[in-house]
């Protein structure tokens, strides 16, 4: 049974440059969320996607954005890159809307220089 | 708005020693769950446990407890006879009743377990 994946593990990216984040749920989940973690902090929820749509937004701007596929795996999309984006994604799994345990996937390393 | 308090930042313990960390939180509802992950260095949060707002029972779990008081709004969390591999960043969440599975997390506690 796999776990939720994510790709790529390490991408360095310019400043100004835009990048995409891929995840894919663990099996027979429907619900993706993804949270941004700076070193040494806690992760951010930065928004959920269930039914390809964005269901709920953390408190990030506009130039972060998503999807979701039929399959249910997701895309984050950050454009104009700053310095400050620099973090670990973190992608999360979990079944429908409600209240429960979330899966995490080992994380996307974005590097911004 | 809701908030979560870890106000230990690191803790270092020899081996087999008991430890506990500690979690605060903040919220407005009158349901709420709360959460711990562990992050081992791979960084892949590892779910640990879901406690409701109505549920104040403490659980236990092998060497892993749970002591959920809300008249405190604390959520403590306890390892005893601590091992190398309890090594990692522990975080405690919370999830506001109405936002479904969003979590907000506290900053973490650095638990290093020296031999």
């Known amino acids: 049974d796999a776990g939720v994946t994510q790709s790529p593990t390490h991408l360095i990216k310019t400043r100004g440059q835009q990048v995409t984040l891929r995840c894919s749920p663990k099996?027979?989940?429907?619900?993706v969320s993804w949270y941004q973690q700076a070193l040494g902090q806690g992760p951010q929820f930065i928004f959920q996607?269930?039914?390809?749509?964005e269901r709920q937004r953390g408190n990030f701007p506009d130039r972060f954005s998503g999807h979701q596929f039929p399959n249910y795996s997701s895309e984050l999309n950050v454009n104009a890159l700053l310095l400050g984006d620099s973090a670990l994604y973190l992608c999360?799994?979990?079944w429908g809307t409600g209240v429960y345990e979330q899966y995490f996937g080992p994380g996307t390393r974005l590097t911004v220089t | 708005a809701q908030k979560v308090t870890q106000a230990q930042t690191e803790i270092s313990v020899v081996e087999k020693e008991d430890v506990t960390l500690d979690c605060v939180y903040e919220t407005r509802d009158t349901t709420y769950y709360l959460f711990w992950y562990k992050q081992p260095p791979s960084g892949e949060l590892v779910f640990l446990i879901r406690r409701n707002s109505f549920d104040e029972q403490n659980e236990i779990s092998g060497r892993y407890s749970w002591n959920f008081q809300k008249s405190t709004s604390s959520f403590n969390f306890t390892i005893t006879a601590s091992q190398v591999v309890d090594s990692a960043v522990y975080f405690c969440a919370l999830s506001e009743g109405d936002k479904g599975s969003r979590l907000t997390f506290g900053e973490g506690t650095q638990l290093t377990v020296n031999p």
């Open positions: 099996s027979g989940h429907d619900t």
């Open positions: 996607y269930y039914e390809e749509e």
């Open positions: 999360a799994s979990t």
